[in-house]
């Protein structure tokens, strides 16, 4: 079954828009783990928008599933991950005033950058993950620069899912026939939701991980933080139970 990693970062956003601890997100990264969630994901930016540097600090003490530390590998990110030594670190090629995610890298152009980074975390027996467009030759040079997993970067997907379903996801069924071949570890992520996700799973194969944040934390608005854990843990579940909601 594909794990579900849920990430945080809007915790944080409601967090820090009072300027207090309410939400705690330490509690919050706990109930998930409670509620079911395998992994925790937090995408620490250099402008602490949501997340903040000592957020992954406190998460590293309590986390007891997958932590994964996403980011773009600036001096301070590459010094954060390799102080708390989490499961995952994915790389991701943002640029500092990006709103969220927006792009996979380009593992051909950043070649010797993205294997430099790779060996550094893998040193520190770190799985590294490389945030990807849905496109062969950018899961052939992921492999290139040795990185265990690559993610692949899903707001196509979802963006046009609703038009066509069949159409958006063929994309991502290729690269990851690509990555089954070339025997990368497969992660995918952005904008996956209750409503995408389910398709999703079921058309992409050897999917290990999905980590999901903005559209679940929408969905725990309307049906509380544990329900909607578990609508999404049904919507990967193959086991023939009832869909995700
Ligand atoms: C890498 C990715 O697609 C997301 O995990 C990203 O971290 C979301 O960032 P925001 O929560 O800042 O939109
Ligand atoms: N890597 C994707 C992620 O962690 C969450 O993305 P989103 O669900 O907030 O779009």
Redesign the pocket.
């Known amino acids: 079954m594909t794990r579900l ?1 849920v ?1 945080i ?2 915790i944080a956003t409601i967090r820090n828009a009072r300027g207090g601890n309410n939400p705690d997100l330490v509690k919050v990264a706990l109930d998930c783990e409670r509620f079911g969630a395998q992994g925790i ?1 937090v ?1 620490p930016r250099p402008d602490e928008r949501h997340i903040r540097y000592q957020d992954v600090l406190d998460l590293h003490e309590v986390v007891t599933t997958e932590f994964n530390i ?1 980011g773009n590998p600036d001096e301070r990110f590459i010094e954060l991950v390799k102080r708390v030594k989490p499961a995952q670190v ?1 790389l991701v090629p943002d640029a500092v005033d990006a709103i ?2 927006n792009a996979g890298w380009d593992t051909i152009r950043h070649a010797d950058h993205l294997r430099k980074l790779v060996d550094t975390f893998k040193a520190d027996g770190i799985r590294v993950s490389i ?1 990807v467009d849905a496109d062969e030759r950018m899961v052939e040079g992921a492999k290139a620069v040795g990185t265990d997993r690559i ?1 692949l970067y899903t707001e196509p997907y979802a963006a046009h899912y609703a038009e066509n379903r069949e159409a958006a996801v063929a994309p991502f069924v290729r690269a990851a026939q690509r990555a089954n071949q070339l025997g990368l570890g497969l992660n995918a ?4 939701s209750l409503e995408n996700l389910r398709f999703f799973d079921e058309q992409v194969p050897g999917l290990e991980e999905v ?6 934390v929408c969905d725990a608005l309307y049906f509380g933080l544990e329900n909607t854990i578990q609508m999404y843990l049904r919507c990967l579940d193959r086991t023939g139970g009832p869909a995700g909601f």
């Open positions: 990693s990430n970062n809007k994901t995408h996403e994915t969220t995610s945030f993610e992520g952005h904008d996956l980590s999901i944040g903005h559209a679940l």
